[in-house]
């Protein structure tokens, strides 16, 4: 009960504020400043919130009481060039004019380079969030212009879809192959059909999609044949860590190219782990200890992850705190929480005007069915089979390609017109 209630509080939050937003947009000031300041009492350091509600207020002609608000998101958000871009405007007009050239100083630090920030524009967007989709937008565009739109840049492969956790924001309970195993011959065709991408053109490969890779008794083969054939593949684990034992990882210690080791933690609170889960919190408590040990004893030298599925609320910054004091040697993450294209009960994100990356990547299922992206959970959306069609062919089929090519926006596009995933 507890786990809906803070999903209809997430949902309450993205909603408000997607609606003051709206507003804003339109002009209508005061419902805006009301949304924002909804949104604010749900959760009083959303930066981005606090920082519309400074504008919207200036924009209203109260320039002291905008000032206050610019102050505090500021002080929550330390890292938006935008918002020292925004304050150092409004002490410019409060005549606080050495306030004023620190804070740009500090946004000229932050903002991208060539970017000006006495010519930062007021915005009726999330300014955070503006910059973050600019940024995105660069890195769509670099990959189209790259050698990856011919070639996969990752390469998700679920050879066994089975997963001992039940999380309620993922719709692996549902999906109609759940159980199926890839069979051998097929894993065999697929990294064959792998092996035509040039050695010179780097890829990531994760032997994940809904599943736990730690299930597959043959992970660790399929690993090997991957780091004996596909020297330009780099390979990513992703597991919720309850099945690594220290005979899984000693074995996962002597993987070749192992980038990175990511933990789907979800919630450093017992009760809401085992909830949202469905798994042992000790158990799982128990493995993050080994691996944080065996990170001490530099037996384990990749990078490890753990990870949240974030919902809003003061929970997010309560598990990164939790990471930092308990795991110090872990990095943290906390995602947004999707719908998978509407596979999902839970609140959807805006759909930004940008591109995406994912259609850079290919998703192999257990069934042999490809995906159209990651968020296509269900394989609602196929782009075809890689039992009968290369691996290539897929990936270089044209509706699929011609996104890649020439989409300079998800909106409009089906299915990612939906999808807010980022």
């Not at 606080?96 to 967007?125: H, N, S, W």
């Given at each position: 009960?507890?786990?809906?209630?803070?999903?209809?509080?997430?949902?309450?939050?993205?909603?408000?504020?997607?609606?003051?937003?709206?507003?804003?947009?339109?002009?209508?000031?005061?419902?805006?400043?009301?949304?924002?300041?909804?949104?604010?009492?749900?959760?009083?350091?959303?930066?981005?919130?606090?920082?519309?509600?400074?504008?919207?207020?200036?924009?209203?002609?109260?320039?002291?009481?905008?000032?206050?608000?610019?102050?505090?998101?500021?002080?929550?958000?330390?890292?938006?060039?935008?918002?020292?871009?925004?304050?150092?405007?409004?002490?410019?007009?409060?005549?606080?004019?050495?306030?004023?050239?620190?804070?740009?100083?500090?946004?000229?630090?932050?903002?991208?380079?060539?970017t000006d920030p006495?010519?930062?524009?007021?915005?009726?967007?999330?300014?955070?969030?503006?910059?973050?989709?600019?940024?995105?937008?660069?890195?769509?565009?670099?990959?189209?212009?790259?050698?990856?739109?011919?070639?996969?840049?990752?390469?998700?492969?679920?050879?066994?879809?089975?997963?001992?956790?039940?999380?309620?924001?993922?719709?692996?309970?549902?999906?109609?192959?759940?159980?199926?195993?890839?069979?051998?011959?097929?894993?065999?065709?697929?990294?064959?059909?792998?092996?035509?991408?040039?050695?010179?053109?780097?890829?990531?490969?994760?032997?994940?999609?809904?599943?736990?890779?730690?299930?597959?008794?043959?992970?660790?083969?399929?690993?090997?044949?991957?780091?004996?054939?596909?020297?330009?593949?780099?390979?990513?684990?992703?597991?919720?860590?309850?099945?690594?034992?220290?005979?899984?990882?000693?074995?996962?210690?002597?993987?070749?190219?192992?980038?990175?080791?990511?933990?789907?933690?979800?919630?450093?609170?017992?009760?809401?782990?085992?909830?949202?889960?469905?798994?042992?919190?000790?158990?799982?408590?128990?493995?993050?200890?080994?691996?944080?040990?065996?990170?001490?004893?530099?037996?384990?030298?990749?990078?490890?992850?753990?990870?949240?599925?974030?919902?809003?609320?003061?929970?997010?910054?309560?598990?990164?705190?939790?990471?930092?004091?308990?795991?110090?040697?872990?990095?943290?993450n906390v995602t947004?929480?999707?719908?998978?294209?509407?596979?999902?009960?839970?609140?959807?994100?805006?759909?930004?005007?940008?591109?995406?990356?994912?259609w850079f990547d290919?998703?192999?299922?257990?069934?042999?069915?490809?995906?159209?992206?990651?968020?296509?959970?269900?394989?609602?959306?196929?782009?075809?089979?890689?039992?009968?069609?290369?691996?290539?062919?897929?990936?270089?089929?044209?509706?699929?390609?011609?996104?890649?090519?020439?989409?300079?926006?998800?909106?409009?596009?089906?299915?990612?017109?939906?999808?807010?995933?980022?």
């Amino acid at each position: 009960m507890q786990t809906k209630n803070m999903l209809d509080q997430a949902s309450d939050l993205h909603g408000a504020l997607k609606q003051a937003i709206q507003n804003h947009q339109a002009d209508n000031l005061k419902q805006a400043a009301s949304g924002y300041r909804q949104v604010i009492q749900m959760n009083p350091k959303h930066a981005d919130a606090v920082e519309l509600l400074g504008i919207v207020t200036l924009q209203m002609g109260k320039t002291a009481k905008a000032l206050n608000y610019l102050k505090r998101a500021v002080k929550i958000d330390q890292g938006s060039g935008y918002f020292y871009a925004n304050l150092a405007r409004v002490y410019g007009m409060t005549g606080r004019f050495q306030d004023r050239d620190i804070a740009y100083d500090k946004a000229r630090d932050l903002l991208p380079p060539m970017t000006d920030p006495t010519e930062t524009l007021f915005v009726g967007l999330l300014s955070s969030e503006a910059l973050k989709l600019e940024k995105y937008q660069k890195n769509v565009e670099q990959l189209r212009s790259s050698t990856y739109l011919q070639y996969p840049r990752h390469v998700h492969l679920e050879t066994y879809a089975l997963c001992n956790a039940i999380c309620d924001f993922c719709p692996y309970t549902e999906i109609a192959r759940k159980g199926t195993r890839m069979e051998d011959a097929l894993i065999e065709k697929i990294i064959t059909d792998l092996e035509d991408i040039p050695k010179d053109v780097d890829f990531q490969l994760s032997p994940f999609k809904l599943n736990e890779p730690f299930l597959d008794v043959r992970l660790f083969d399929t690993i090997k044949n991957i780091n004996d054939r596909l020297s330009n593949a780099t390979i990513t684990i992703t597991s919720n860590a309850s099945p690594i034992t220290e005979k899984n990882l000693a074995r996962l210690a002597q993987v070749e190219r192992l980038e990175y080791l990511w933990i789907s933690a979800n919630d450093h609170r017992k009760k809401e782990y085992e909830e949202v889960m469905g798994i042992s919190y000790e158990r799982t408590k128990k493995r993050l200890e080994t691996i944080h040990q065996w990170k001490k004893d530099d037996r384990f030298t990749p990078p490890v992850v753990l990870s949240r599925v974030g919902d809003g609320t003061s929970a997010d910054e309560d598990f990164i705190t939790w990471v930092q004091e308990n795991y110090p040697l872990f990095n943290f993450n906390v995602t947004r929480r999707g719908d998978w294209l509407g596979q999902v009960e839970t609140n959807a994100f805006p759909v930004p005007d940008v591109g995406c990356m994912r259609w850079f990547d290919i998703v192999i299922t257990a069934t042999g069915d490809v995906s159209h992206c990651v968020m296509d959970g269900k394989t609602e959306y196929p782009l075809g089979n890689v039992r009968d069609q290369h691996v290539l062919e897929v990936y270089n089929a044209p509706q699929y390609r011609s996104l890649r090519e020439k989409a300079s926006s998800r909106l409009g596009k089906t299915p990612c017109g939906q999808c807010g995933f980022l």
